[in-house]
C-alpha cells in the first residue's frame, strides 16, 4: 500500500519567513495530493491539494509543488503569520479511490511573534 | 451549516467494555471514514463506507467495527476497548471520493478515547 513520509516533524520560523514542509510517497499509481492543516482541538481542514498532472499550485500565501519522477510534494507558506501556527498533513491517494488517503505523520508549525 | 458531529467528544473507559463513538453528517455525503491519530503517525484509516450497507477496512481495522444502516450515521464501535486503543479518533465524510474535482472531505473534532 501507499507510505507517505513528512519532514520535519516540528518547525518553527519568525513571523515574516517562509516556512516549507516536504513530503515523500511511495506508489506511483497516487495522483491527489491535498494538505490539511489542523488547529489545536480541531479536526484537519483542506488548505489546498494538487493533482498529478501539474507541477505547481498557488493561493495566496500558500502553494504546493509535485514532483512526480521523484515521488515528493511540498508545501509552501511565504509571509507567515501567528496564526498559521498548527500541525499540517500532507496526504496521497488515488483519485477517486474509495479507500480515500493515507496521511504523513504532520508537521508541527510555529510562527514566531 | 455543513457539520460532521461526533460524540462523546472525551471518554475514558476500562479494558472490556463496549463503547459506542457515533457520527453523524448533515450534507448527504455518501462517502464516510474513521482515522485514528497518534502522535508520529498521522492519521490512519480504520474503516470507510462507500454508501449504507456498503463498509470496508482500512489500514488499522482489528479491535473495531462499524455500520452503516442510514446515509447520515457511521458509528465505531469497539467491541473489547484495549489501552493500545487510547487515540484521537475522527470521523469523515465527503460526497464522492477524494480527488474528485471540487470535492471536500470534513472532519469532525475528534473524540479522545482512554482506555484504562
Known amino acids: 500500500g501507499e507510505n507517505v513520509e513528512q519532514h520535519p516533524s516540528t518547525l518553527s520560523v519568525q513571523e515574516g519567513d517562509s516556512a516549507v514542509i516536504k513530503c515523500t510517497y511511495s506508489?506511483?499509481?497516487?495522483?491527489?495530493f491535498p494538505w490539511y492543516k489542523q488547529e489545536l482541538g480541531k479536526g484537519p481542514q483542506l488548505i489546498i491539494d494538487?493533482?498529478?498532472?501539474?507541477g505547481e499550485k498557488k493561493d495566496q500565501r500558500i502553494a504546493v509543488t509535485l514532483n512526480k519522477t521523484a515521488k515528493h510534494f511540498s508545501l509552501h507558506i511565504t509571509e507567515t503569520q501567528p496564526e498559521d501556527s498548527a500541525v499540517y498533513f500532507c496526504?496521497?491517494?488515488?483519485?477517486?479511490?474509495?479507500?480515500?488517503?493515507?496521511f504523513g505523520s504532520g508537521t508541527q508549525l510555529t510562527v514566531l511573534p | 451549516e455543513a457539520q460532521v458531529t461526533q460524540n462523546p467528544r472525551y471518554l475514558i473507559t476500562v479494558t472490556g467494555k463496549k463503547l459506542t463513538v457515533t457520527c453523524s453528517q448533515n450534507?448527504?455525503?455518501?462517502?464516510m471514514s474513521w482515522y485514528r491519530q497518534d502522535p508520529g503517525l498521522g492519521l490512519r484509516q480504520i474503516y470507510y463506507?462507500?454508501?449504507?450497507?456498503?463498509?470496508d477496512k482500512g489500514d488499522v481495522p482489528e479491535g473495531y467495527k462499524v455500520s452503516r444502516k442510514e446515509k447520515r450515521n457511521f458509528p465505531l464501535i469497539l467491541e473489547s476497548p484495549s489501552p493500545n486503543q487510547t487515540s484521537l479518533y475522527f470521523c469523515?465524510?465527503?460526497?464522492?471520493?477524494?480527488?474528485?474535482?471540487?470535492?471536500?472531505?470534513?472532519f469532525g473534532e475528534g473524540s479522545w478515547l482512554t482506555v484504562v
Open positions: 506508489d506511483s499509481a497516487s495522483n491527489y
Open positions: 496526504a496521497a491517494s488515488i483519485a477517486g479511490s474509495a479507500r480515500q488517503l493515507t
Open positions: 469523515a465524510s465527503s460526497l464522492t471520493p477524494p480527488g474528485i474535482s471540487g470535492n471536500t472531505i470534513y
Open positions: 463506507s462507500m454508501n449504507v450497507e456498503v463498509t
Open positions: 450534507m448527504n455525503h455518501e462517502y
Open positions: 494538487i493533482r498529478s498532472n501539474v
